[in-house]
Every structure is written in C-alpha cells, then in structure tokens.
C-alpha cells in the first residue's frame, strides 16, 4: 500500500482555504520537499491569504491551464473551485491536466456544519450541509478514481458518523454518507490507497462560527471531545497515517465511539489498536453504551422540559 510520505508529492487539498485543510497545506509546503500542493475552495480571498501567509510571499499564485510547474521545487498554488458543482470539479480536472499535474495525495477536507434544531433550519441550510459536506467529496472523489488512480485519497468524515445526536441534524447523516461511500470505493478500488479521518472537535474557523448557533445541549453531549488546535489535529492524523492505519480519529473518546461501530464497516482495513478496539466495542455495546444512552436520553429530557419553562 502506498506509504504516507510529505514529500515529492502532488497534494490536492480541497478546503484548503482555512482550517485543517490548510494546515495540512502548511504541513506539505513547510515540512516537506519537492511537494506541489494546490489549495481549493471557493473563495479567492481566503485562498490567496492561505498560500501569502504558507508561502511567506506577497503574491499568490492562482493555478491556470498557462501554469508552468517547476519540478524538484516546493510549490504552493490555488485554485477556486466549487466542488459541490461537478462541471466545476471536471474543470479543474482539465487545468490540472494541462498543468501535466497528476496528484498523488488527495485531502477531500471541505466540509462543515450549522448547528441546530431541525425545525429551526433554514431550507437553504439543509442544502448546503448536503452541498458541502458530500457533494464536495463525491464530485472530487468521482474524478480521483477516474484519473488518479494511484494517488493516496483521504476522507475527511467526523465522530458524528459513529453517534449522531441533537443539534446536528444537518451534518452528522452527511458524515455518515461520507463513511459508506468509503466502504464502496475501497472494494471497488482495492489498489488505491483510501484514509477516512473521524475528528472529534478542533479549533477551526469553521468551529468558531459554529459555536454561535450551537445549542446547548449539543455541545455538553459533544463535551468529551475537547477542542484541539488545527496543528495539534493535523499532527496526530499524520502520525496515524504513517503507522500504516486508515481509519482514523483524534481523540480518545473518537477512538472509544469507533470501537463501538467496528462490526461491518471494517471489511480489510484495520486502525490503531484494533484487536482490542473490537473486543472493547463488542463488551461497550453490551454493558456501556445502554447506560449511556439512558444518561443520554435523560440529558436531552431535561433540556427540553427547560426550553419549555423559558417560552
Ligand atoms: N472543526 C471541527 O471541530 C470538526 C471538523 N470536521 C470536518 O473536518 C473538515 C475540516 O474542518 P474545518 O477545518 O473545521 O473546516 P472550516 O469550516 O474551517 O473550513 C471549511 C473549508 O471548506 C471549504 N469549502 C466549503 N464549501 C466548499 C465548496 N462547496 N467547494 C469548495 N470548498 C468548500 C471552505 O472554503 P471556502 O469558504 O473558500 O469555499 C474552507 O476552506 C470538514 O470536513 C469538517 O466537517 C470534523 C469533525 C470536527
Ligand atoms: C458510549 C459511551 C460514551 C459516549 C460519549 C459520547 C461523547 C460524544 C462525543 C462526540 C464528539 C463529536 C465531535 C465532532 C463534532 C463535529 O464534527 C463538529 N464540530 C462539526 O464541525
């Protein structure tokens, strides 16, 4: 299997623009050597700040069909795309093509979440959390498959996929998607090296915005997974990655909710620790995960008997 390596690659990172897509940009570019990594998301303000602030230099450059890409030098460019729109993705496809691109890492990191109630989302909210978090990465893995089939492509899901719960009704099914379609493209594609990444919270922009519509109750569930720094997050990916595992979480309690979901997601891959991950998830489900539900349900009660003194 394709060994995780930070250099002499050519990384693709959609929502690179901020948060750990672009820590991992840094991660390439600062860390690594002869890497060409290209950022990607929509906005070209975001981009351009990105690569002057990776890069240390005034100008940004956008990649474009023109683009002459130096070998055997570090480079970082961007491109603006929306992934969620697939002629978008085919485009960028073409201009990577014309570049004689062919990526060998692929990071589908665009993604995120508007907390909240069900009922009080918007119709334009629902849409863009199936937008951005499957849209991106199906359109962009549609294409990875097609023509790069030796590069290394790493998902980008989150712990909601192993327990989805109030507040994210518009993200978690998403994430869960994202986890199925892992399942699929790694029998379909046995040759190509697929990483899917389970973050429990990290200290994002993207997690900031959140926290302002975040209900309450949403974040004490989620209050076991503390918020890690973008650095920190990318770091222990990396350190996973390199061990060889490919499904992989950030925090001790990610790695405890996936040992409780192991069963027919796991087909031949295998993550950190994972006899004892099975074995642990089997005894969880029979004694641990009844009680917490219990806990749980009794949590969520409470928070909704108090909604209703406050109206
Ligand atoms: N932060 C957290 O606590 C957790 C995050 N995750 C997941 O990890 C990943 C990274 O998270 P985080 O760093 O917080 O994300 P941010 O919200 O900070 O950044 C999201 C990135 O996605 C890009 N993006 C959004 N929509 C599109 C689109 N349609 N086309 C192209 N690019 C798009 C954004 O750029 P632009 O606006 O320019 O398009 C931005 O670069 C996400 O998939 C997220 O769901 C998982 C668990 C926890
Ligand atoms: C069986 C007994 C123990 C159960 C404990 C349950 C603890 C749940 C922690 C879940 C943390 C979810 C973090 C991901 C958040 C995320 O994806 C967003 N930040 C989106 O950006």
Redesign the pocket.
Known sequence: MTKFTLSGQVVVI??????????FARKFFQEGTNNTVVV????RT??QQAVRDISGQESAQELTKATQVRPQESEIVYAT?????YSQVENLYEILASCSLKPTVVLL?????TPGLFKDLKGSDLELGV???Y??CVNLAHIAVRHWQSAHLMF?????AFFPFIGYAQ?APL?QSIKSLVAILRQECPQQRISC???????????V??NETKPSITREIEGPSE?IS?EECCNRIVRVLNMGYDDITTDLIGWFLMSTDMGMNKQNNVSLGWPLQWLLGIIANLVIVPIYMLICKFQIKKWHSSCEKQE
Request: proline share 2%; net charge negative; glycine share 16%.
């Open positions: 959609a929502g690179g623009s901020q948060g750990l897509g672009k820590e990607v998301s929509r906005s975001k981009l795309c929306d992934l969620a729109d990191c665009a993604g995120g979440s937008k951005v978090n849209m991106t980008f899901s989150s712990e909601v993200y994430k990444v389970y973050p429990g919270n990290f200290d994002s922009e993207g997690y915005l959140e918020a973008c």
